[in-house]
């Protein structure tokens, strides 16, 4: 009899188990997470504190600020960031100042910990929500965050 | 002509396999060497260091706020977890009281990767004894928390939300209401999951008696999480040890005393409802308040040593710190609990069949980076 048995309730759990999946292909509308990526880029929005590479936003004078403090340098656990800089005379007045030739960011080395964010002090650098990294040489990934001409804005301190 | 090769005086020799380190069942770059006897498993050893990168020695060159990040990638679907070891042993070395805030947030996230990462193993372990479906459930699920996790803390996977002295950044404005939709949602799922697999007959067979653990030897081993709760041994550090927010709810620890990969399951399961009552007792109750208290920018550890533990999702992982009284830690030491759940796979595993040691190792839920850090 339990071979019966067996069979009898084999085919109960395939039922029951075929009526999870048939609830759930019936209903695909409700239940669908897949995105149609690449073909919905143009809709597909990252949350804000998504952590997509590092950027130093420029103002419309190209002027970004950045100390050259290197404290960002400084928190970086694996060296992502190198910071050249030298002292300069400030034109507004007239003493030497400390500011950045230039900000350079390894992204292939960057593990996205947000510990350079966190330790600027003028808010200098911040997360893009870029996503889409794949170069087709790993030079590329080495990126100046600070743009060719741009100088620190006047007033920004540390 | 004899036909009888056992009688004979022909040699016969063990077979080995190697079953890994690229398999799909052991979820990771972990190999087993098989001596087998037939289909007969008569030895497993378990061959590592195919992912070993060093994170502890790493950390005797990183300071206390760099050393969070690593822990990212140990376990990584226990992410958050891991962070919040470090940083409560590094708060416990420097007498730091974090604000209720602070306590509650880590909890409830603690709680939401426990979810995830029970939803990962459940899809997993069901399409490694051969049912895909369960693969696709899990991660459904799973994507809801992972798209809270994205938006409070900036990555889905590799978190870094915790610092020594609290949180990195403020909960996101809808971290509330997504935490309430996906606990409610996921209520109506449990039952899907009892129903699909953990009642089919088929799955029932695998399971049940496969891979038994008894109290003792759990103990001996050093087992710890759900594996170890699976043998009946009452080990959770949420009860014997609370942190964080953990003392401002009740819970009740899951205990099976069959041992088998079955009662391993189903504990399992019911972590994931008492981990649903935790977050319900706590998301409303949130308090105002900071998210972080202020520390210096180059934490030093007083002389002397250190060492707190926490339940990730996976059993206790303990972290030991040796400091002397500079900014990096002179040694610091993680105690996995994947580690000391793989030493027992050769006891539950020989003299069962090699489809039994995919169950058996499912239901261990072995987190490859972890055990070799």
Redesign the interface.
């Known amino acids: 009899m339990s071979y019966f048995g067996?069979i009898y309730?084999?085919i109960k759990?395939?039922l029951?188990?075929m009526?999870?999946?048939g609830k759930?292909f019936l209903n695909n509308k409700n239940?669908t997470?897949t995105q149609q990526y690449p073909d919905n880029r143009e809709t597909l929005k990252?949350?804000d504190?998504?952590?997509g590479e590092v950027v130093m936003p420029h103002d419309e004078n190209n002027e970004h600020s950045c100390t050259g403090c290197q404290?960002c340098e400084i928190?970086c656990?694996n060296g992502s960031i190198e910071i050249i800089w030298d002292r300069q005379v400030d034109p507004e007045t007239g003493k030497k100042k400390k500011m950045i030739d230039q900000h350079i960011y390894h992204l292939g080395m960057c593990?996205?910990?947000?510990?350079c964010i966190?330790?600027c002090p003028t808010d200098a650098i911040l997360?893009a929500q870029n996503y889409e990294n794949s170069v087709y040489d790993r030079s590329a990934l080495t990126k100046v965050l600070n743009q060719p001409g741009s100088k620190i804005m006047p007033g920004v301190e540390d | 002509m004899d036909t009888n090769i056992a009688n004979s005086n022909l040699k016969s020799e063990d077979y080995f396999i190697n079953m890994g380190p690229q398999h799909p069942a052991t979820h990771g770059v972990l190999r087993l060497l098989l001596t087998i006897d037939g289909e007969i498993i008569k030895k497993v050893e378990p061959d590592l260091g195919y992912i070993h990168r060093s994170i502890e020695k790493m950390c005797e060159r990183d300071s206390y706020q760099q050393i969070v990040h690593l822990t990212d990638r140990m376990d990584y679907l226990s992410s958050h977890i891991n962070n919040e070891a470090v940083c409560l042993t590094v708060e416990n070395a420097l007498q730091l009281e974090v604000p209720e805030r602070v306590k509650f947030v880590r909890t409830i996230i603690g709680e939401l990767t426990r979810i995830a990462s029970h939803c990962l193993w459940w899809g997993v372990m069901g399409m490694d004894i051969g049912a895909l479906t369960t693969y696709f459930y899990g991660f459904r699920d799973r994507e809801m928390i992972n798209d809270i996790f994205e938006e409070t803390c900036g990555a889905r996977l590799t978190m870094n939300y915790n610092i020594p002295g609290g949180l990195m950044f403020d909960i996101h404005p809808n971290f509330v209401k997504r935490t309430k939709d996906f606990v409610a949602h996921f209520k109506t799922k449990i039952p899907e999951y009892d129903k699909l697999l953990t009642g089919n007959v088929i799955f029932q067979k695998r399971m049940k008696g496969v891979g038994i653990l008894s109290k003792e030897d759990a103990i001996s081993f050093g087992a710890s999480g759900p594996v170890a709760r699976g043998s009946g041994y009452s080990c959770d550090v949420r009860k014997y040890h609370s942190y964080s927010a953990l003392d401002k709810v009740t819970f009740n620890e899951a205990l099976k005393t069959e041992g088998d990969s079955l009662a391993r399951y189903e504990i399992r399961i019911q972590e994931m409802w008492e981990s649903l009552s935790i977050i319900e007792q706590l998301i409303d109750n949130i308090p105002e308040g900071e998210h972080k208290v202020a520390t210096n920018a180059v934490i030093k550890l007083p002389k002397g040593e250190f060492y707190q533990k926490v339940e990730t999702a996976r059993g206790e992982l303990g972290v030991f710190i040796n400091s002397t009284g500079t900014k990096n830690p002179y040694r610091l030491k993680f105690r996995s609990p994947g580690f000391s759940n793989l030493s027992l796979l050769n006891h539950i595993a020989v003299g069962g069949k090699i489809g039994d040691l995919v169950a058996s190792m499912a239901t261990l839920d072995l987190v490859i980076p972890d055990i070799d850090r």
């Open positions: 067996d309730k084999g759990t395939l029951a188990g009526s999870v999946t759930v239940n997470i990252m949350f504190r998504f952590r404290k928190a656990p593990t996205m910990c947000g510990l966190e330790a997360w």
